[in-house]
C-alpha cells in the first residue's frame, strides 16, 4: 500500500479541542435506508490526506423517513473506540453510552423495540462534527438499560448503550435528514 498521502501530525496550536459530546444523538433503523454514504478507501492519488476518514454524501432515505433526534442528559454520555482482533485482522469495537432520562411511554416502546436492530447514529461533538456510528453490514446495535433511581438519589430513565464493528472511525459531514414529526 502507497502510504504517501499520510501527513504528519502536528499539535493544536491554538485551535479548541472540547472534550465530551452534545445532549443528543441522531439514531435511524437500517430499514429506513435507500443508501447508506461511505467514505471513500484510501488512496495515494486522494488530492488531501484525511479523505478516507469523512463521509461526505449524505445518506438517503426512504420516502418519509430520516434519523429519530434522542435526547440524552448533557456530561452524561461517552464514545470510545479499541482495537480488536490479531496482527493480520484489526479492527475496531466502538462504544457509547449516554442517559435518556424519564419514563414516558414513547420513550420506553422506543428502547423496547430498538434492542432489537441494527442501525446508523450520528453522534454530535462540541464543535459542531458528527461521529458516524455504524455503517453497512456493520450496524450499531443499542442495549437500553432502565432504572427507576432512588428516593434519597439517582436518576429515573435509560441508559442507552451502543455498540459495532468498525474498520475506523469517521466522521458524517452529509446532510442530516430528520424523520418529520407525525
Known amino acids: ?41 484510501y488512496s495515494a492519488t486522494q488530492v488531501s490526506a484525511g479523505l478516507s476518514a469523512v463521509i461526505a454524501t449524505a445518506h438517503t432515505f426512504k420516502a418519509g423517513l430520516g434519523f429519530l ?30 442517559f435518556h432520562p424519564g419514563n414516558k411511554p414513547e420513550s420506553l416502546e422506543f428502547l423496547n423495540i430498538v434492542k432489537n436492530i441494527g442501525g446508523i447514529m450520528l453522534v454530535p461533538e462540541p464543535d459542531g462534527g458528527f461521529f458516524q456510528v455504524g455503517a453497512e453490514g456493520l450496524p450499531v446495535e ?15 430513565g435509560t ?17 442530516i435528514v430528520e424523520k418529520p414529526v407525525v
Not at 499539535?11 to 435506508?33: K, R
Not at 473506540?81 to 479492527?91: F, K, N, Q
Not at 443499542?142 to 429515573?156: I, M, Q
Open 1 to 41: 500500500m502507497d502510504l504517501s498521502k499520510l501527513k504528519a501530525l502536528g499539535g493544536l496550536e491554538g485551535v479548541d479541542n472540547t472534550p465530551g459530546l452534545l445532549g443528543f444523538v441522531y439514531f435511524a433503523p437500517e430499514s429506513y435506508f435507500e443508501t447508506i454514504a461511505k467514505a471513500p478507501a
Open 69 to 98: 433526534k434522542i435526547y440524552i442528559t448533557l456530561d452524561s454520555n461517552e464514545l470510545k473506540a479499541d482495537i480488536v482482533g490479531e496482527r493480520d485482522g484489526r479492527g475496531l469495537k466502538v462504544s457509547f453510552e449516554g
Open 142 to 156: 443499542l442495549t437500553p438499560s432502565f432504572a427507576t433511581g432512588k428516593l434519597s438519589s439517582g436518576r429515573r
Open 159 to 175: 441508559t442507552v448503550k451502543g455498540e459495532c464493528y468498525a474498520t475506523g472511525i469517521k466522521l458524517y459531514k452529509g446532510e
